[in-house]
């Protein structure tokens, strides 16, 4: 028994086992969901099993991924935000990306992470730069090449917002849902009658949680389904497309960093209407008389307001 044991354990039988050094996270990411990115999405993948079959020091843990996101705000993204509570806990302690644009494209954040990641013993690999954060020079370079991601990024994000705008003016807006109408702006006639129903009962005296009541009470579903609010009323109420008229440009994005969106005035940009852009749910008269009324009931409960606190 022992010289079987002895014969099997002998150097010339053992094969050598790599040694694992580093535990592997993958980053990829596409920014849209459109078909024609799912081959970027699966060269991504491609590449990771190629660097670990070049690698064999390296230990896959998992392929982080975020799919349709954008690159310039790390909280929106799970599958980022996912990798980076792995790195803290010490699950994995490299991360490979293809590229700086695919990680982030906001110099300020790349940094951030990096180096909070780095005091927790996290390093990091973006094979397009050639940048090891394991070596020397490796801030100096990711400093550089992150403002130039970012850069690119404005300057897509303008030449977006160029296109949208100049469609506005010619009198184009992308299409959103909306109850009552089909895409294009189809009357939907299975929803339009209760749009109907909530202009009528408005304008003859009805309050907004009355109509809200009766709408319950018939089990008729709200636009996202489940119980109607007051405020989802109003909001239908104010809504001029009930009427014919499109307005577009209602809303601008402050920049490409933070997507934040702020109501246009038309002080900076201006508002584009459209009348009888298409076929109004509501006339038009009627629209306007509800329209008196939302700013009267307004008016009134301002007042009753500031006599209370009188």
Not at 55 to 81: C, N
Request: hydrophobic share 35%; proline share 4%.
């Amino acid at each position: 028994m022992a010289e079987i044991q002895e014969d099997i354990l002998s150097p010339g039988n053992m094969k050598p086992i790599p040694e694992i050094r580093w535990k592997v996270g993958f980053y990829i990411r596409v920014s849209t969901d459109r078909t024609d990115q799912q081959n970027s999405f699966e060269n991504q993948r491609q590449a990771c099993s190629l660097t670990l079959k070049q690698h064999p020091e390296y230990r896959l843990v998992k392929i982080f991924q975020d799919e349709g996101l954008s690159g310039t705000q790390a909280r929106k993204r799970p599958g980022f935000m996912s990798m980076v509570k792995a790195a803290e806990r010490g699950r994995i302690d490299l991360i490979i990306t293809k590229s700086l644009s695919r990680f982030s494209r906001n110099t300020l954040e790349s940094l951030q992470f990096v180096r909070k990641l780095r005091e927790k013993g996290c390093h990091f690999i973006f094979e397009r730069e050639n940048i090891d954060t394991r070596q020397e020079l490796s801030e100096f370079l990711l400093t550089l090449f992150s403002a130039f991601s970012q850069e690119e990024s404005r300057s897509i994000s303008e030449n977006t917002k160029v296109g949208i705008r100049m469609n506005f003016r010619l009198g184009k807006a992308r299409w959103c849902p909306l109850y009552g109408y089909r895409k294009g702006y189809q009357i939907d006639e299975a929803e339009a009658w209760v749009v109907r129903e909530i202009f009528g009962r408005y304008e003859r005296g009805e309050s907004l949680s009355q109509i809200r009541d009766y709408l319950e009470q018939r089990g008729i579903p709200s636009p996202r389904g489940g119980a109607w609010r007051s405020g989802q009323l109003q909001q239908m109420l104010r809504n001029s497309k009930y009427a014919g008229e499109l307005i577009m440009q209602k809303f601008y994005t402050k920049d490409h960093l933070s997507h934040l969106p702020i109501k246009n005035d038309g002080s900076l940009l201006p508002l584009h209407r459209v009348r009888d852009h298409h076929l109004p749910i509501i006339p038009r008269e009627q629209f306007d008389r509800v329209q008196e009324l939302l700013s009267l009931h307004r008016w009134n409960a301002k007042k009753s307001n500031v006599a209370k606190e009188a």
